[in-house]
């Protein structure tokens, strides 16, 4: 198959990085993947793994800049006969809409919800959910059909994998690892903030396990 991802931008987020791994996995499956975004430091490694990267300006909210955007995929799917393709957040779902008005060559999307959205941001009410949804978690799925009203019978949850490395577990010397990862917005990093007050209080418990206190996000 050929695939077109539209992704917001490739840096070190949750869901560029999700892209990442899902282009990895796809082309590895004998697919060809075709990953359209603002960039980021995650391209060169997409690059390497035989994934084409286009600049799209998917990130910007301005007006010109989402036209832009549309041509892009518009002139993308005039090149390439994609079967489909797969948008990550609102404005790369909404740009795959608007260029199927322009052309019949754009093929069906498939948007992936990775977070809750809020309904009062600017343009929310232009929101595009696909000709299929898929959520990372029940509770996005729930929350996106709650308020966006999208059938909650046609949201697909797939949640967010991590993708380990096939190497030999290698033992290290007793100790306390605590290891916290996912996004830092405010709605989203509460748990991250709490263990962070409460790791003085851990050393002090456990202090002969000689703690150590990772945070993982973006």
């Not at 980021?40 to 286009?54: D, N």
């Not at 809020?118 to 978690?137: L, N």
């Not at 380990?164 to 100790?175: L, M, S």
Request: aromatic share 6%.
């Amino acid at each position: 198959m050929e695939i077109l991802e539209l992704a917001m931008s490739m840096g070190a987020g949750g869901a560029e990085t999700h892209v990442l791994t899902l282009s990895h996995a796809l082309t590895r499956a004998g697919h060809s993947v075709t990953i359209a975004s603002s960039g980021g430091i995650l391209v060169p490694e997409a690059e390497r793994a035989g994934i084409t990267h286009k600049y799209l300006p998917l990130s910007s909210r301005s007006p010109a800049a989402f036209l832009r955007s549309v041509a892009g995929v518009v002139s993308l799917c005039r090149h390439t006969k994609f079967d489909v393709i797969h948008a990550h957040g609102r404005i790369p779902a909404l740009a795959a809409h608007a260029a199927g008005l322009v052309t019949p060559q754009v093929p069906p999307c498939t948007v992936t919800v990775h977070g809750i959205y809020d309904p009062k941001a600017r343009g929310a009410r232009f929101s595009f959910w696909g000709d299929g949804t898929v959520a990372v978690s029940r509770d996005v799925a729930d929350y996106t059909a709650k308020i966006y009203h999208v059938p909650r019978d046609r949201i697909d949850v797939i949640p967010n994998g991590v993708n380990i490395p096939d190497k030999e577990r290698v033992e290290t010397p007793r100790g306390l690892d605590i290891v916290t990862a996912g996004r830092l917005d405010a709605d989203s990093s509460a748990a991250a903030f709490a263990l962070l007050r409460v790791f003085p209080l851990i050393c002090r418990e456990f202090a002969e396990m000689t703690p150590t206190l990772t945070v993982m996000g973006g």
